[in-house]
């Protein structure tokens, strides 16, 4: 393939994934309000359209036509660029998760990922790291001590989950022995999924993947009972949509980076024994990796409503003195499997 | 900080919260399939048992003819002084009868005291809880909106017999 070529197939993949993106996260503000519903013996949107399936939409015009109020003390460019921030994050990160394999289009051969990145695994550490800032500055420039207080609270709890998020990505890491996310798909072949062979390393991973997208048990950035809205009270219109979107958003990305790092990617268990043709083994594959997708995000929403939000010292404490060792120790089992099994 | 002691302390598996997790989830996940309790409102209807207090009305009596006898006592009692009075003289057997009776549905509270302290049992609260206007002027119900005929109301009047 020529440079020409690469462009225009990156291109196209961009522009699938991006619309598959804004697709999903308008779904998922639909189902978060339908299984809140159906936890709570309640039906849910059902009014505009069939079910309410066109409810995103009607929600998403109702936020455009709202009027876009900046408080007097807000520190108003940067009011404006912490949602940029987010959005920016939070379209971003997917670029270096496969999902799916290799396939053959017109006689080219395109990998199912946009950009496959050697150092891929750091480069989603890098951005979702930076997505704190999104949260942090909205916080400090909107000038009110609600949202104040949800920035500072927002940038501690990233700091501490991240470390032990760090360190369980570690495991994988050494398991595959590489950073690109295509090699530790590849290494999670048949049953050899990392959340079977490092079951810690997968909690505390999913937890602290919890904790860096803000849901539930950990929502303390946003708090409503305690802080109003936390960072985003001064927001309003669309640049609280765009704080919205990028919530969910970077559910979807945590999602799709578990399945990636722990669920096997986009491997259906032993599938190239079935003797099936080229195109239907990429189908499957992404339907496979689709459904782990929308399985784990179904847990995302499940586990907010299902579960009380943490007290901000008993957060604290859980991510320093639980996490953190429960993390190292998931290292050493690693260490363990590799010498001693030789995996 | 003082620490205040807990009366039980937390068992390990309760301290290592994994066990408990999952008690909530299935908590919630069997609630997801169990019947829901939404009502579809403008096609589906809720329909108040007879102790419920909706609008205030006027009884009217097979014959047309309201029970009322404009004693004045329902205006005197009621707390937000939202009903309003004016008896006159006619030549039936019941000679007073109220020319205007007018009750001002933004003030009305739904207390019933009304009710209550009717000798003639000639107003009762109905089960009609619609209640939306778009201006004042629509929110003063007069004898008109106020009659219902005794038919419609014979349910909270058993239910004032049994329990008043």
Redesign the interface.
Same mark, same amino acid.
């Given at each position: 393939m020529d440079i020409l070529q690469i462009i225009i197939f990156s291109i196209i993949k961009i522009l699938i994934i991006v619309t598959v993106i804004l697709l999903s996260v308008s779904y998922l503000v639909y189902f978060e309000r339908k299984i809140s519903a159906w936890a709570q013996n309640r039906i849910g949107p059902n009014r505009v359209g069939w079910a309410g399936v066109l409810q995103p939409f009607a929600d998403v015009l109702k936020l455009l036509l709202k009027e876009d109020i900046v408080p007097e003390a807000a520190n108003k460019p940067i009011h404006t660029l912490a949602p940029v921030i987010a959005l920016f994050v939070a379209f971003t990160t997917y670029a270096v998760i496969p999902f799916g394999p290799n396939v053959n289009i017109f006689g080219f051969n395109v990998p199912l990922v946009v950009a496959d990145v050697n150092i891929g695994i750091l480069y989603i550490l890098a951005l979702t790291s930076l997505g704190v800032y999104a949260i942090t500055l909205a916080g400090w420039s909107s000038g009110s001590k609600y949202s104040l207080l949800g920035g500072i609270r927002s940038s501690a709890q990233m700091i501490s989950y991240e470390i032990s998020m760090g360190f369980s990505v570690g495991g994988v890491l050494l398991l595959a022995q590489s950073l690109r996310p295509v090699d530790i798909v590849q290494a999670q072949s048949g049953w050899m999924w990392n959340a079977i062979l490092q079951p810690i390393g997968f909690i505390t991973f999913l937890v602290s993947a919890f904790a860096e997208t803000n849901r539930l048990p950990f929502d303390l950035p946003e708090a409503e009972p305690e802080l109003v809205g936390g960072f985003h009270t001064e927001y309003s219109s669309m640049k609280f949509a765009a704080f919205f979107l990028a919530e969910y958003a970077n559910m979807f990305i945590a999602s799709a980076l578990i399945v990636t790092l722990y669920l096997g990617g986009w491997q259906f268990p032993y599938l190239d024994h079935f003797g099936l043709s080229a195109g239907w083994f990429a189908i499957i594959s992404v339907a496979a990796f689709a459904v782990k997708v929308a399985a784990l995000l179904f847990f995302f929403i499940w586990v907010r409503w299902s579960i009380p939000r943490f007290r901000y010292d008993q957060l604290m404490s859980l991510g320093w003195k639980l996490m953190f060792p429960l993390s190292l120790i998931n290292i050493v089992w690693v260490a363990v499997l590799i010498m001693v099994f030789k995996l | 900080m003082a620490l205040k002691r807990r009366e039980k302390d937390l068992t390990f598996l309760e301290k290592i919260y994994?066990p408990e997790?999952v008690k909530?989830?299935s =908590? #919630? =996940?069997k609630?997801?399939? /169990?019947? /829901?309790? #939404?009502m579809?409102y403008p096609e589906e209807k809720f329909i108040p048992p007879a102790s419920y207090r909706g609008r205030p009305v006027l009884v009217m009596e097979e014959n047309g003819v309201e029970r009322c006898v404009a004693c004045g006592l329902c205006s005197r009692v009621c707390p937000p002084l939202a009903i309003e009075v004016q008896a006159a003289e006619t030549e039936r057997e019941k000679e007073r009868y109220p020319v205007k009776f007018e009750i001002n549905m933004l003030r009305c509270i739904f207390c019933g005291l009304c009710e209550e302290v009717c000798p003639e049992e000639a107003i009762v609260m109905s089960k009609d809880y619609e209640l939306a206007f778009t201006n004042r002027k629509d929110a003063l119900y007069g004898k008109d909106k106020l009659l219902t005929p005794v038919m419609q109301l014979q349910d909270r009047i058993d239910f004032l017999r049994n329990y008043k």
């Open positions: - | 994994i997790i909530g989830l =908590l #919630t =996940l609630n997801m399939f /169990k019947p /829901k309790f #939404t579809q």
